[in-house]
């Protein structure tokens, strides 16, 4: 079999302009949509933050400098302006990955909400940590008993967080990303 320039240059360009067009179609779509998922994400934030700190009329961002650099935070004010709490958005490493997580504490030191904003957690194991069974367990544990701990099986007492089955590395990850904002709200507590 004898191979001539013209069988090996035909398809080579061929499929070169097949990337240049798939590539500028992508970068086109990506043009177009990043406003709008910018906007979602933000708008998932927003009512993230409502639900972690319920009792919070309104948000005022915030920065924190720390050692790993400046630290977005929220503060939560009521209808009559005084402090409800504030929110943090903290990250730990899981099982398949960084799982994002937003954290409410009220004024007197109580956790009063988590969510979890991202992960790549395993469906159905992991993935659960998003249940509210889970998160659940966080709401009304005070800065006084962190930091959190995790116990695999039995019953969760003061302090304590019961793992899923077969994902405590995940509820390991979510306590770990808590702790942080306890230690978070403790350094704005402190000034």
């Known amino acids: 079999m004898k191979i001539d320039a013209k069988s090996v240059l035909i398809p080579t360009i061929t499929l070169f302009l ?3 067009i798939v590539t500028g179609l992508l970068a086109g779509t990506n043009a177009i949509t990043k406003d709008q998922i910018a906007a979602q994400a933000a708008e998932t934030e927003r009512v ?18 720390g050692e790993d650099g400046d630290i977005v935070y929220y503060t ?16 730990a490493k899981g099982y398949g990955g960084t799982v994002q997580v937003m954290t409410g504490l009220d004024g007197e030191g109580k956790v009063s909400g988590v969510v979890i904003l991202s992960h790549d957690e ?8 998003e ?37 405590t590395i995940t ?4 306590t770990d990303a808590v702790n942080q904002a306890v230690e978070l709200y403790s350094l704005v507590k402190e000034g």
Do not use: H, W
């Not at 395993?122 to 940590?129: F, I, K, R, S």
């Not at 800065?143 to 302090?159: H, I, R």
């Open 131 to 167: 249940k509210e069974e889970f998160r659940s367990q966080y709401v009304g544990q005070s800065v006084s008993n962190a930091p959190l701990s995790v116990v695999k099986s039995g019953q969760a007492g003061e302090g304590q967080i019961l793992a899923i089955t077969g994902a």
């Open 18 to 20: 097949i990337c240049v």
């Open 76 to 91: 939560g004010v009521d209808s009559s302006g005084n402090t409800a709490g504030y929110v943090f958005t903290t990250e």
């Open 48 to 65: 993230s933050r409502t639900m972690v700190l319920p009792s919070a009329a309104d948000f005022q961002e915030n920065t924190l400098s």
């Open 171 to 174: 509820s390991t990850a979510v």
């Open 122 to 129: 395993t469906p159905g194991l992991g993935a659960n940590a």
